[in-house]
């Protein structure tokens, strides 16, 4: 019988039960290899025994108390470590319940950025088709996810998209990776300058693109021209690492590996680890500077956002990623991902692509290797993929719409730092078991 919880799907699912590392098992002691930590979330597995000391000690001192009125011990420490090891210029931290809060909060401290340096007229937000930056109206609207945005255009406010740096399906022939990667940043040029520089606030962009395409990575030396784009016309720069960020491909940063510095920086997901809803926007100093000399506050602010608990657990989360040296961990484990995965799929015949960065991957599947052509999504290929993953015991992410909203399937993979090979063994033996079944379903 079901009961009263409004899921996200029409069926019913199994009950999470408990947490053993990089394992869930279920209310029946099914036990489910979590190959995508979730949605890239639990970056150190379901049981670390640091993080939940950490919060059982800040209960135990006080769980919440209203930012309008106090901060915390927990608040500063979270916001001085993120700080300490943050892109060059950033150094202020506003902590959120999310990524979807810290997309919305960094797309309004844009806009009372440029109200409080007498540039009232800047107003136009530029972002990339297939990217996502939460599912809040304004995040959902920045956003270039077509099935996502869809139900909900009428209520989105304008933004303008331009195209992914996606070198897989959009390098023309002949043409090399970095002229590729110079030919569609110079599309934000052209944007900005359609609609007047003056009337630009800020580009939004993933530095890996996550849910939307699974794991693509710019080419090298697109984000440099961005940025040298955006500061040519007075642009902010938001980089949106909810996703990529927090180590997840191997530097805390993910854009410490395009060598550039955002304005702005929203992260979240493995932050928090899983053990606490909490994301952050990270902003320069400069930004925060104008507003502390104008009005002399940001205009924003939520019930929950700088929860003493939330924080509690964030800095618990970033001592373990920064103090057990798990980004170079992350970048070997990757390595071995990246073997295992070609190992398995390199000549598969339906698999079109694997890409990513660190513990970071995506497979893209295609019915023609030599044409790139994608599966009928009438087939749902992606839906079965998950469907079998699950009966193998294995948690992934797999995903449509991956080339243009409608066509394309791949699976994203992002499994906690602390995977062993044995279990990247297990995961790519699972995974390979679940896309063929799902192939001759």
């Not at 029409?10 to 039960?17: R, Y």
């Not at 406010?157 to 990776?177: K, L, N, Q, R």
């Amino acid at each position: 019988m079901p009961g009263h919880v409004f899921g996200r799907g029409a069926g019913p699912l199994p009950v999470a039960a408990r947490g053993d590392g990089c394992t869930i098992i279920d209310a029946d002691g099914k036990r489910y290899l979590d190959g995508s930590g979730g949605a890239a979330v639990s970056c150190l597995g379901h049981s670390d025994p640091d993080v939940r000391a950490a919060i059982h000690a800040q209960l135990d001192r006080i769980a919440f108390a209203h930012t309008g009125f106090f901060s915390s011990e927990a608040a500063e420490g979270l916001a001085d470590r993120l700080a300490a090891n943050a892109p060059e210029g950033i150094g202020k931290v506003y902590l959120l319940s999310g990524g979807s809060e810290a997309v919305e909060a960094a797309i309004k401290l844009a806009r009372q950025y440029f109200l409080e340096i007498g540039q009232p007229e800047r107003r136009h937000r530029i972002a990339r088709r297939q990217s996502y930056h939460g599912n809040t109206l304004g995040a959902l609207a920045a956003g270039g996810n077509a099935w996502r945005r869809e139900k909900y255009q009428p209520l989105l406010v304008e933004t303008h998209h331009i195209a992914p740096c996606f070198e897989y399906h959009f390098c023309d022939a002949g043409e090399s990776a970095v002229d590729y990667g110079q030919r569609v940043a110079d599309e934000l040029e052209k944007e900005i300058e359609r609609l007047g520089p003056e009337t630009v606030m800020a580009f939004i962009a993933e530095p890996v693109v996550g849910a939307t395409a699974g794991a693509v990575p710019a080419v090298e030396g697109y984000f440099k021209h961005i940025r040298e784009i955006c500061d040519r016309h007075g642009v902010l720069l938001i980089l949106d690492e909810v996703m990529c960020g927090m180590g997840r491909t191997g530097t805390l940063f993910a854009c410490e590996q395009d060598g550039i510095a955002p304005d702005i920086v929203t992260i979240a997901k493995g932050l928090g680890a899983g053990y606490a809803p909490i994301g952050a926007m990270l902003c320069s100093d400069a930004i925060y500077d104008a507003i502390a000399g104008g009005s002399g506050s940001f205009q924003h602010g939520h019930t929950y956002h700088g929860h003493p608990l939330a924080a509690a657990a964030g800095k618990a989360v970033l001592d373990a990623i920064l103090d057990r040296d798990l980004l170079p961990q992350v970048r070997a484990r990757g390595d071995t991902l990246e073997a295992a995965l070609n190992g398995i799929f390199g000549q598969h015949p339906h698999v079109g692509d694997i890409r990513g960065r660190g513990l970071f991957r995506g497979i893209e599947l295609v019915e023609d290797r030599a044409t790139k052509t994608s599966f009928d999504p009438a087939r749902k290929l992606h839906a079965k993929i998950k469907a079998a993953a699950m009966a193998e015991g294995l948690i992934c992410y797999p995903a449509g719409g991956t080339v243009d909203g409608r066509l394309g399937d791949h699976v994203l993979l992002a499994p906690p730092f602390i995977i062993t090979d044995a279990q990247i063994d297990e995961l790519v033996g699972k995974l390979g078991r679940a896309i063929d079944a799902a192939l001759a379903a």
